[in-house]
């Protein structure tokens, strides 16, 4: 789950300081935060042929090392079977050093933007489309038939403004309860039977974890995207799906009863995790399962990645299930890749784009990476047991957009939601103070 940090707190400084302001706002807070005007290039029309003989493609993207890095070759791949004329240029990687430590922000600031560069779906490429940094794709969408391929609640959350400015990859699902089953077993607990109904009847098992175990962490939890993530599960569980995206549109009030009565929950839950987490990431909290001194956690399902590097078996060693209270819920996150205003080579990126989309390149890449389809007709063959359950929920649940990961709220809105749960789990405010951040957090 590697990103762009520099540039996404750079964009957030511009967002944070007019997240109820308009495009033009946006473009000057943007300006200023590179020291003068950025009008970006308009890029030539997409002629119906793909990519050219000749043409390259040049893309940014934060999958860098491990499986992530893996899986982009794979879609290397596919791009070079499905369009051999178009060659494939790794910008982050052949810019970084004429560029410094944020090559891509550089790049777009100084107008010499790269054909595609990689975003989260959803609300959070919002301050590239405001600034102009980026093209609507729709047209691309019909083209590539993902319109019928791609559940209808997906495209929702991808659209803004009736347009649709990124095409998906690959989707990750974040409402997931994972369990350690020697630690359960051990306390009592039926690991085929953790599929709660509700928080409440969570919390019953956290607690007779930490009756049995004294020394065993009953939820494991890390750092403060970790405890976001942790809270948009716990939002969506009391809320309702509803109710939840209601935070998202303006019909829900972040100061009522049904928020307070979320906010209380995720304040019980912290009770349960350890004294370390905001000191540590979600690699040693995964950890604390393998090594048996932790029960539960909630987190996206990149998890069963270091299960499998230690040999662990899913129903033997580890279990999941949908976080708690979520059950017929899919709370999705999309790595997702644009088209550049100004892109040098708009046919390149063209066929870039295609590739990514096909149903070979997804299932190369995500085969490898751990997630699943964004399409729904990808033959499942050959994903593991817990990518094909998975994707059978994602076809078949209503599917919500992440808070932490970029899908429902922009950077400014998690940046500050982060800071407010930052406060709240460090005890310097409490419960009333929390909720009255959060719904100016949310609200701008």
């Known amino acids: 789950m590697r990103r762009n940090l520099a540039l996404i707190t750079l964009l957030a400084a511009a967002g944070l300081a007019l997240c109820s302001c308009g495009a033009a706002e946006l473009k000057i807070a943007l300006a200023a935060e590179v020291g003068g005007p950025f009008t970006p290039n308009p890029t030539p029309g997409l002629d119906p ?4 003989s000749g043409s390259q ?16 070759d794979a879609l290397v791949d596919v791009l070079a079977a499905k369009h051999p004329g178009v060659s494939f240029v790794n910008g982050f990687l052949s810019a970084w050093p004429d560029w410094g430590d944020d090559p891509l922000y550089g790049r777009l600031t100084e107008n010499v933007p790269p054909d595609s560069f990689q975003a989260y779906a959803g609300a959070e490429i919002s301050v590239y489309i405001e600034a102009g940094l980026v093209q609507d794709v729709s047209n691309l969408y019909d083209e590539f038939g993902l319109t019928e391929a791609v559940p209808a609640d997906l495209l929702d959350l991808v659209t803004k403004d009736g347009k649709k400015y990124s095409i998906p990859t690959g989707v990750h699902r974040a409402n997931v309860l994972w369990a350690s089953v020697p630690v359960l077993q051990d306390a009592g607990i039926d690991p085929n039977g953790v599929n709660y109904a509700t928080i409440s009847d969570f919390i019953k098992d956290l607690d007779k974890i930490k009756a049995a175990s004294p020394n065993v962490t009953p939820l494991a939890l890390g750092t403060t995207w970790t405890q976001v993530h942790l809270l948009e599960c716990v939002l969506i569980a009391e809320l309702g799906p509803d109710t939840y995206n209601g935070l998202w549109d303006g019909s829900t009030d972040p100061n009522g009863p049904e928020v307070t009565k979320a906010l209380t929950s995720f304040e019980k839950l912290i009770s349960y995790a350890n004294a370390d987490r905001d000191s540590i990431d979600w690699e040693p909290t995964t950890q604390m399962l393998i090594d048996g001194t932790a029960a539960f956690m909630i987190m996206g399902d990149w ?18 299930a949908p976080a708690p209270g979520t059950n017929h819920v899919f709370d999705f996150m999309a790595d997702s890749f644009t088209l550049c205003t100004g892109a040098p080579d708009p046919e390149g990126v063209k066929a870039w784009l295609d590739a990514i989309s096909s149903v070979d390149g997804q299932a190369a890449l995500n085969k ?77």
């Open 49 to 52: 042929d793909h990519g050219p």
């Open 57 to 72: 493609v040049e893309v940014f993207s934060w999958w860098t090392t491990g499986s992530e890095a893996q899986g982009l």
């Open 303 to 320: 998890v069963p990645e270091p299960f499998g590097q230690q040999n662990l078996k899913m129903g033997t060693d580890w279990v999941w």
């Open 368 to 444: 490898i990476k751990g997630s699943i389809p964004a399409r729904v007709d990808v033959p499942m063959d050959g994903f593991s047991e817990y990518q094909v359950q998975a994707a059978e929920d994602y076809a078949n649940s209503k599917i919500v957009g992440s808070l932490q990961h970029g899908a429902v709220a922009t950077v400014a809105q998690r940046t500050s939601v982060a800071e407010t749960v930052a406060f709240f789990t460090a005890g310097a405010t409490n419960l009333e103070q929390f909720q009255q951040a959060f719904a100016e957090a949310i609200n701008g």
